[in-house]
């Protein structure tokens, strides 16, 4: 029996698999946000009439291209499927991207924003900065030599005692004379970098509250050169970013190029923290973790909100602490304090407490449009960053990150990849536009497997090798092909899912005839059956107008 681990062991997949993690999806989000404008507070009343009319309305929108009321939902699908996959994936997330001068909003574990441009943040993710200090390797420093160099400078400029450059040497020339004369003496050794963007957090903002929250950056992205429109709002704010890029409205999420002039977008602000400001936050977000873990525990698969005494399914409850953590911290890990609520009311309560206490959360505004006007090309950028909060601030206005993908950085890649099965047509025939796929012979599904797996096989051993030696994983993931299998989170809303329908599944309803590669079409059949069964009138509009997203 080989001593290797079982889970660094290779293994060859045909499948692809799509769980849907979470949602706040359905039919009567689309009615709802078509409604509002006509019956307002009573929009939600009019959800539980007649069956029929609710059906009409939806094919009417679908049919008349009325996007926006099918943007006000949200699901999230845990992707496994290989690398290459992804890289299709991709394409329909290179529109989603900001210029390189947006500034980008950062937020520090004890609540002090700063700001970067998205450029140099890209520049510090990648690179990191320099240190002009020696790199200081295998535990051996040299702070005994630096001190000396540091007294002899000091000691040759005592002319000028209180001139010390950098509080170490006199002037820039000594210093710089130090620095070549410990070349001299170290050619080997290198500057060392300094920890780069790597922990950074973002500003970002709850989607249903719209107070302010913070989040880990997953990815900072070159997405290319691109057209950028300017968008100008009544407070003076400016996005500069692609016309596909969803930015959060007061009438949900749009993408840029579907704003006109009047339309209020979300715009962060600068108003008091909360009222549980004064716990530290990293104890703060230890004791979500906790309250999170004991959740299953706690709550039955059918349990009553403690606030309003109504009865939810487990999915749409959360624990609540009885006595607020900022009324009484010693009871912040006591289960006893813990009862379920709904978010509703959750939301009303965390706004009371805000109001009795006199402190107000910092919150997202709109701030209406002014002008809207084309702006160039030139190289743009984007983020993802860690949910459940998947936007972030872009020159103060609010918009919404991509995808998170697992990371060949951090962690050292399973050896999982992918060999077509036996039902994948192999064989293209005809001309670029005009080709159909045809089943391989048993020869060719044959040389097909086992090509790929020597292959495959020997890309992993040079990969172990060079992990072994010490080199990077983040170097070393090179020689793996894309056959290997990855995964990701993605978040996306009905209408932007029908899009990708539209153009990664081959349908006989579709009235735009699409060839997508079929290892996507199995993610996208998977997402659809999913979609299906939350949204099953908004479903029916997509395929009875031709697959056709509004």
């Known amino acids: 029996m080989s001593d290797t681990p079982a889970?660094?062991?290779?293994?060859?997949?045909?499948?692809?698999?799509?769980?849907?993690?979470?949602?706040?999806?359905?039919?009567?989000?689309?009615?709802?946000?078509?409604?509002?404008?006509?019956?307002?507070?009573?929009?939600?009343?009019?959800?539980?009439?007649?069956?029929?009319?609710?059906?009409?309305?939806?094919?009417?929108?679908?049919?008349?291209?009325?996007?926006?009321?099918?943007?006000?939902?949200?699901?999230?699908?845990?992707?496994?499927?290989?690398?290459?996959?992804?890289?299709?994936?991709?394409?329909?997330?290179?529109?989603?991207?900001?210029?390189?001068?947006?500034?980008?909003?950062?937020?520090?574990?004890?609540?002090?924003?700063?700001?970067?441009?998205?450029?140099?943040?890209?520049?510090?993710?990648?690179?990191?900065?320099?240190?002009?200090?020696?790199?200081?390797?295998?535990?051996?420093?040299?702070?005994?030599?630096?001190?000396?160099?540091?007294?002899?400078?000091?000691?040759?400029?005592?002319g000028e005692p209180e001139s010390h450059y950098l509080g170490l040497y006199g002037s820039r020339e000594a210093a710089d004379s130090a620095v070549v004369e410990f070349r001299e003496l170290h050619p080997g050794a290198r500057l060392r970098k300094l920890e780069s963007v790597r922990d950074t957090h973002v500003r970002c903002y709850d989607e249903d509250t719209l107070t302010a929250r913070r989040s880990r950056i997953v990815d900072?992205?070159?997405?290319?050169?691109?057209?950028?429109?300017?968008?100008?709002?009544?407070?003076?704010?400016?996005?500069?970013?692609?016309?596909?890029?969803?930015?959060?409205?007061?009438?949900g999420w749009r993408k840029a190029g579907e704003l006109v002039v009047g339309d209020a977008v979300m715009t962060g602000t600068t108003a008091a923290g909360p009222s549980d400001a004064g716990i530290p936050p990293g104890l703060a977000r230890g004791i979500g973790v906790w309250t999170a873990t004991r959740r299953e525990h706690l709550i039955k698969e059918v349990d009553s909100c403690h606030l309003c005494g109504e009865d939810?399914?487990?999915?749409?409850?959360?624990?609540?602490?009885?006595?607020?953590?900022?009324?009484?911290?010693?009871?912040?890990?006591?289960?006893?304090?813990?009862?379920?609520?709904?978010?509703?009311?959750?939301?009303r309560r965390s706004a009371e407490e805000q109001a009795l206490s006199g402190a107000s959360a910092d919150v997202a505004l709109p701030d209406p449009i002014v002008s809207i006007t084309d702006d160039g090309e030139e190289m743009t950028y984007d983020l993802s960053v860690e949910g459940p909060w998947h936007n972030f601030l872009a020159n103060g206005v609010v918009v919404h990150n991509?995808?998170?993908?697992?990371?060949?950085?951090?962690?050292?890649?399973?050896?999982?990849?992918?060999?077509?099965?036996?039902?994948?047509?192999?064989?293209?025939?005809?001309?670029?536009?005009?080709?159909?796929?045809?089943?391989?012979?048993?020869?060719?599904?044959?040389?097909?497997?086992?090509?790929?797996?020597?292959?495959?096989?020997?890309?992993?051993?040079?990969?172990?090798?060079?992990?072994?030696?010490?080199?990077?994983r983040e170097v070393a993931r090179a020689v793996l092909p894309v056959g290997l299998f990855s995964s990701m989170y993605a978040t996306c809303n009905a209408r932007s899912l029908m899009h990708f329908l539209g153009l990664r599944t081959?349908?006989?309803?579709?009235?735009?005839?699409?060839?997508?590669?079929?290892?996507?079409?199995?993610?996208?059949?998977?997402?659809?059956a999913h979609w299906s069964k939350l949204m099953p009138l908004t479903h029916a509009a997509f395929n009875g107008n031709g697959r056709v997203a509004p």
């Open 7 to 158: 889970e660094t062991r290779p293994s060859f997949r045909s499948d692809v698999t799509v769980e849907l993690v979470k949602h706040s999806a359905g039919d009567s989000d689309v009615l709802w946000a078509a409604r509002v404008s006509t019956a307002g507070e009573q929009s939600l009343e009019e959800l539980s009439k007649d069956p029929e009319r609710s059906k009409g309305l939806i094919n009417y929108l679908m049919r008349d291209r009325h996007g926006s009321p099918f943007e006000h939902n949200s699901m999230t699908f845990f992707i496994n499927a290989p690398i290459f996959v992804f890289r299709e994936f991709m394409r329909h997330r290179v529109g989603w991207c900001v210029a390189g001068d947006t500034g980008i909003t950062l937020e520090s574990e004890a609540g002090n924003l700063r700001h970067h441009s998205i450029a140099e943040l890209y520049r510090l993710w990648h690179l990191g900065p320099d240190e002009r200090l020696p790199h200081s390797a295998g535990g051996v420093t040299w702070n005994a030599e630096a001190g000396a160099w540091s007294a002899r400078v000091q000691g040759e400029v005592q």
């Open 220 to 251: 900072v992205v070159e997405s290319g050169v691109k057209p950028l429109i300017r968008i100008t709002t009544a407070a003076g704010r400016t996005l500069r970013s692609t016309v596909d890029h969803a930015v959060l409205t007061s009438e």
């Open 312 to 347: 939810f399914p487990r999915a749409e409850l959360a624990l609540d602490h009885v006595v607020p953590v900022a009324g009484d911290l010693t009871r912040a890990l006591d289960e006893g304090n813990l009862a379920p609520a709904c978010e509703e009311c959750q939301v």
């Open 402 to 472: 991509s995808y998170n993908e697992e990371s060949g950085r951090y962690r050292e890649l399973l050896p999982v990849f992918y060999v077509p099965g036996g039902d994948r047509k192999l064989v293209q025939q005809g001309r670029p536009g005009k080709y159909e796929f045809v089943d391989g012979t048993p020869e060719q599904q044959d040389l097909t497997g086992r090509t790929m797996e020597a292959s495959y096989l020997r890309a992993y051993e040079a990969y172990q090798e060079m992990l072994a030696a010490g080199v990077a």
């Open 506 to 528: 081959q349908h006989e309803l579709a009235k735009t005839p699409s060839f997508p590669q079929r290892e996507i079409e199995m993610v996208g059949e998977q997402m659809e």
